[in-house]
């Protein structure tokens, strides 16, 4: 295993100064970006089934004011991460101080996934805001139709190269050439380029696949299930190959024991933790103000570990994180300004699954996230229970936030407590994660 890069140095006050840049960028551009949002009719739409497919009775009771209210809030809190990373790369070119937060050993992975998965909730709220309006959709599908497009000509060559360059693919067999098989790939891809581009402009074949494969046989909103889970699928894989071949990490740490070596199954591991944190943090994203507290304790937390580590940069970008996200909640408590929706949650979540990664602390991920891990398995467990005991729920409604709120907490109470619940685990995986 190859440790990440320790260089370059930064002071805890050059990190404390990120933080703040980050909080202000995104509170001085929230106006503007609610205004945008509420101009081009980028609102919240009630839910219109649970997870099993019956009615949301308990969630529409508590949430019917909610309708409407602006979403993806998302693009404003990771826009203003990589606002605050360039300003970094330019303070650094201009002078101003030593090195930047763009460096490749620590913070290219995490912008990566940032961004892959921020696109992909992107595409997931706005489909739901679109879905149940025959005429957004088909305005909308003329540009999905060109994105899949411009997507087919970047992507795959991209990806081949990644592949080939990065991921150092042995030769097949002797006499093989490595360059005369991928000539042939080429060849291939020209002309599954060439058809999708003549059907997708010419016809409507691209456009009922599309329409079936994002939607489903039910205009329901947002994203297949399908395209979602195989997009997060090859994300978490892209980064586990990434992770275990790049970087050579095969072992995974466990606290008060040390490093065993998992070998291949680092890539399942990865896979599983990439996925469930980024899942667990968009279930837990149902009340004002619950996703974007926790989620500020949790990069806080890894934050300060990083820099125990020696991770400076890491340890910097996750300060970025908190304060981006911290300003974003200033006006997401309860009444909630606007929703950070998958855009932020998907986003948020894969990336701080894959800071815990890299500092080699995934198990203590279920401490710092324990709110998250919490909100997942009482999902799981419910649909379970309806499963196998023919419908009978074992919570009110769930996610657990929704269960307290039918008790009759509150939403605030709710917010707060469980706030209070994840500020004490998350310090109880700090003190863990310090331990040898």
């Known amino acids: 295993m190859d440790p990440l890069p320790v260089r370059p140095d930064i002071s805890l006050l050059a990190i404390g100064g990120y933080s703040l840049l980050s909080f202000a960028i995104v509170l001085f551009l929230t106006p503007w970006f609610v205004s945008f949002l509420r101009r081009n009719n980028i609102g919240k739409q009630l839910r219109v089934e649970t997870v099993d497919g019956k009615d949301p009775t308990i969630f529409r009771t508590y949430h019917q004011n909610k309708f409407g209210t602006p979403t993806m809030g998302g693009l404003l809190i990771w826009g203003g991460i990589f606002l605050t990373v360039f300003l970094s790369r330019l303070f650094s070119l201009l002078g101003f101080v030593d ?42 599908m003329k540009k999905i139709k060109k994105l899949v497009i411009a997507a087919a000509v970047v992507v795959i060559p991209a990806s081949l190269y990644l592949f ?11 006499g093989f050439s490595l360059n005369a098989g991928l000539s042939g790939v080429f060849i291939w891809y020209a002309l599954f380029l060439f058809i999708m581009i003549f059907f997708g402009l010419t016809g409507a074949v691209l456009d009922d696949f599309l329409q079936k494969l994002l939607f489903g ?23 586990a190959l990434w992770f275990y071949f790049r970087l050579n990490i095969n072992e995974v740490h466990v606290p008060l024991y040390g490093n065993v070596v998992v070998g291949l199954w680092y890539i399942p591991i990865f896979m599983f933790v990439l996925v469930g944190t980024a899942n667990a943090v968009n279930f837990t994203d149902g009340l004002d103000g619950l996703a974007g507290g926790l ?9 300060i570990l990083a820099y125990v580590e020696h991770l400076y940069i890491l340890s910097a970008f996750c300060g970025v994180s908190v304060g981006a996200i911290a300003a974003f909640l200033w006006h997401n408590v309860p009444p909630a300004l606007f929703f950070m929706g998958d855009t932020g949650s998907l986003a948020l979540g894969g990336t701080l699954a894959v800071i815990a990664m890299m500092i080699d602390q995934a198990l203590i991920l279920p401490l710092v996230g324990f709110v998250f891990v919490l909100e997942m398995l009482s999902v ?3 649909l379970t229970s309806k499963k196998l ?48």
């Open 217 to 239: 046989q039910k205009r329901k909103g947002g994203l297949g299930v399908v395209p979602k889970i195989v997009s997060l699928f090859i994300l978490s894989l892209a980064g």
């Open 380 to 382: 799981i467990i419910q």
């Open 389 to 436: 005991r023919g419908g009978k729920k074992v919570f009110l409604a769930a996610p657990i936030h929704h269960h307290f709120e039918a008790l009759g907490w509150g939403e605030s109470k709710v917010t707060m407590r469980l706030w209070i619940l994840g500020s004490f685990f998350a310090l109880l995986g700090i003190i863990l994660g310090l331990m040898v």
């Open 99 to 140: 090195h930047s937060l763009l460096q490749r050993g620590q913070v290219y992975l995490p912008l990566f996934m940032l961004f892959s998965l921020g696109v992909l909730g992107a595409v997931d709220d706005y489909l739901s805001i679109v879905g149940t309006d025959e005429q957004r959709v088909q305005r909308a």
């Open 295 to 303: 989620l500020v304790i949790a990069f806080g937390a890894f934050g």
């Open 164 to 174: 080939v360059g990065f991921l150092k693919v042995p030769q097949a067999a002797p």
